[in-house]
C-alpha cells in the first residue's frame, strides 16, 4: 500500500481583490520527493507556496501538510494564532530575502525558535544551531552579525534558522534571486544536500539547471494555473506544451539566461 503523499492541495483558489492569482490548482507531494515550480512571474508560484504553509489565506480549496488537513471557503472555520504557530513550525520557509534578526549573530538568529517555539533549552537550541550552521558551512560565523555576512551567508543562515525547527517539509521561495551570480552556487549546494537527505521540498526558483538536477517533478504555472507537470528533465527536456516550450526557450541549455526577478504573486 502506498503511503499518503506528505502534501496534498485540492481544488486551491486564492483572489486578491478582483484579481484571481491561483484558479482550481491541484497537486500532490510524496514524502522525501523535491518538487520545482517553474514559469513566468506574476504566475502564482510564490502565492501557491505561502497557502501551503497558510502565510496566506486561500479563498477555496484544502491543503493537507502531513496530519494537518485545512478546508477554506465559505463558512469554513480557519485555524487559530496557537494552531496556526504549530503547524508553520512544521513548514519551514525560506524566503528570497532573509530576514534575519539584525541584532543577533548568526547563532542566535538559528537558536531562537527552538527555543521560544519549541521551548528547547538554550543549551539544547545551541548545540543544534552549531550543528546546523556546520551543515551549511558557516561554523566559522557564529558569532557574526548578518551585517558582516554576504547574501549567500545570509541565505545560508536562514536555511539552518528554518531547519533548527525541525520541519517536516520545506519551502523555498526564490531563495536565490536576490544574490550576486557568484553566491547563488552556495546556497544551491545547501539545497541540493538536503534534497539528497530525503528532505519533502519545494522550490519556487527560476535555476531551471537546477531544478532539472535537484527535482523529482516540475511544475509549470502561468496565468494561475497548472499548465504542465510531470518528471523533471522530461518537463524541462521535452516539454508538451506550447506555453512551456516558449518559457524555458528564454533560457539557454545550462540556465544561464535570467528572466526578470520573481514578483509578489
Known amino acids: 500500500m502506498n503511503p499518503q503523499p506528505k502534501i496534498e ?37 510564490s502565492t501557491l507556496l505561502r497557502c501551503i504553509n497558510l502565510l496566506v489565506t486561500p479563498n477555496g480549496g484544502s491543503v493537507r501538510v502531513g496530519g494537518d488537513s485545512f478546508v477554506f471557503g465559505t463558512g469554513a472555520k480557519l485555524p487559530g494564532t496557537r494552531e496556526l504557530a504549530r503547524f508553520r513550525a512544521n513548514t519551514g520557509m525560506v524566503f528570497q530575502h532573509f530576514n534575519l534578526f539584525p541584532h543577533m549573530t548568526a547563532l542566535g538568529n538559528v537558536m531562537e525558535g527552538p527555543v ?18 556546520a551543515k551549511v558551512g558557516l561554523s566559522d560565523k557564529v558569532d557574526e552579525y548578518p551585517s558582516r555576512l554576504s547574501g549567500g551567508q545570509k541565505q545560508r543562515v536562514a536555511i539552518a534558522r528554518a531547519l533548527a525547527m525541525e520541519p ?21 549546494s545547501v539545497m541540493q544536500k538536503l534534497a539528497s537527505e ?22 509549470f504555472m502561468r496565468d494561475g494555473l497548472v499548465i504542465e507537470e510531470g518528471p523533471a528533465r522530461q518537463v524541462i527536456d521535452a516539454p508538451r506544451e506550447a506555453a512551456t516550450q516558449a518559457f524555458l526557450s528564454h533560457f539557454h541549455r545550462g540556465g544561464a539566461a535570467t528572466p526578470p526577478a520573481e514578483t509578489a504573486l
Open 168 to 188: 517536516d517539509v520545506m519551502l523555498f521561495d526564490e531563495a536565490t534571486s536576490a544574490l550576486d551570480p557568484e553566491l547563488v552556487g552556495e546556497v544551491l
Open 116 to 133: 521560544t517555539v519549541r521551548g528547547k533549552s538554550k543549551r539544547e537550541a545551541r548545540e543544534l544551531a552549531l550543528t546546523l550552521l
Open 9 to 45: 492541495i485540492a481544488a486551491l483558489r486564492k483572489q486578491f481583490g478582483q484579481l484571481v492569482v491561483l484558479k482550481d490548482i491541484n497537486l500532490t507531494v510524496e514524502q522525501g520527493s523535491v518538487v520545482a515550480l517553474i514559469g513566468p512571474s506574476g504566475s502564482g508560484k
Open 198 to 219: 530525503g528532505m519533502t521540498m519545494v522550490i519556487v526558483t527560476h535555476e531551471i539547471a537546477f531544478a532539472r538536477e535537484v527535482a523529482d517533478r516540475v511544475i
